[in-house]
C-alpha cells in the first residue's frame, strides 16, 4: 500500500511511520519544514515538503494521487495559539478531505480528539482546539466519496505502548499511549470495515488488532 500522512514530522505520525514502513508499505509524510527530512527518512517515509496553511487543493491531492490510503494527523501544536488550532485543525483538515476526493483516495482516516465537538463553549485555547477538531470531524462526516474512520485518542501520553486499548463508539476520557495510537492507525488504514465510523481510544484490556476487528464487526 502506498499511504500518505499529513503532518508527518508529528509524534504519533513518526511512530505510524516506522510501523507501516517495517510492514512493507510504501509512505510518504507531508511536512512544511525541510528540516524535518532527515528524520522522515530515518522512520521510513518519504518526506514531502507542503504547508498545508497555504498549499491550494490541486497541490495536495497532487500528492495524494496514487495512495491506498491517507492519514490526517496534523496539529497545530500544544504551544500555538487560537488562530492556527482554526488555520491547521479544521482549515487544514478540511482542505485534505477535499484533496483526498479530487485525487481518488477512498481510504481517509483522522487523528482527531475525545471531546471534540464544533458546539464545545468556552474561549480558552483548548476550547478552540476542540470546536476546531469538531468542525473538520463534522466535515469529513458529510463525506459520500470517502471510506472515512474518525479517531478520537484520549490524553495522550507518551510512556511505553502496551498494545492492549479501549477502542469504542464511546470511552469516556482516560489516558492512551502515543504508541498505541499510532499502532490501532496503522490497523485501521488496513481495515476499510470502519468505514463511517467515529471512534474513541483509551488504554484498556484488549489487543489493538482484537480491539479493532471487534468495531469492524458491529
Keep these: 500500500m502506498r499511504i500518505v500522512i499529513a503532518g508527518g514530522h508529528g509524534q504519533i505520525a513518526l511512530r505510524l511511520e516506522r510501523l507501516l514502513s517495517a510492514r512493507g508499505d510504501e509512505v510518504a509524510g507531508i511536512i512544511r519544514n525541510a528540516g524535518q527530512s532527515d528524520d522522515l527518512r530515518a522512520a521510513g517515509a518519504e518526506p514531502v515538503l507542503l504547508d498545508l496553511e497555504s498549499a491550494s487543493v490541486e497541490e495536495v491531492a497532487a500528492q495524494l494521487r496514487g495512495a491506498d ?13 487560537t488562530a492556527r488550532k482554526e488555520t491547521v485543525d479544521k482549515d487544514a483538515a478540511v482542505l485534505f478531505v477535499d484533496a483526498a476526493v479530487r485525487a481518488g483516495v477512498r481510504r481517509l482516516v483522522i487523528v482527531s480528539a475525545i471531546r471534540a465537538d464544533p458546539a464545545h463553549p468556552g474561549d480558552d485555547v483548548f476550547d478552540v482546539y476542540l470546536r476546531a477538531k469538531g468542525e473538520a470531524d463534522a466535515y469529513v462526516a458529510r463525506q459520500t466519496a470517502l471510506d472515512w474512520t474518525i479517531l478520537r485518542p484520549g490524553q495522550l501520553t507518551d510512556e511505553p505502548g502496551t498494545g492492549l486499548v479501549r477502542l469504542e463508539a464511546h470511552t469516556g ?27 474513541e481510544l483509551i488504554g484498556g484490556s484488549t489487543p489493538v488488532t482484537v480491539a479493532v476487528k471487534s468495531v469492524a464487526g458491529n
Design 69 to 81: 490510503a491517507a492519514v490526517f494527523a496534523a496539529g497545530a501544536g500544544p504551544g500555538s495559539g
Design 173 to 199: 476520557r482516560g489516558p492512551v499511549t502515543r504508541d498505541d495510537v499510532a499502532a490501532v492507525l496503522a490497523e485501521l488504514v488496513d481495515t476499510s470495515a470502519t468505514a463511517g465510523l467515529t471512534l
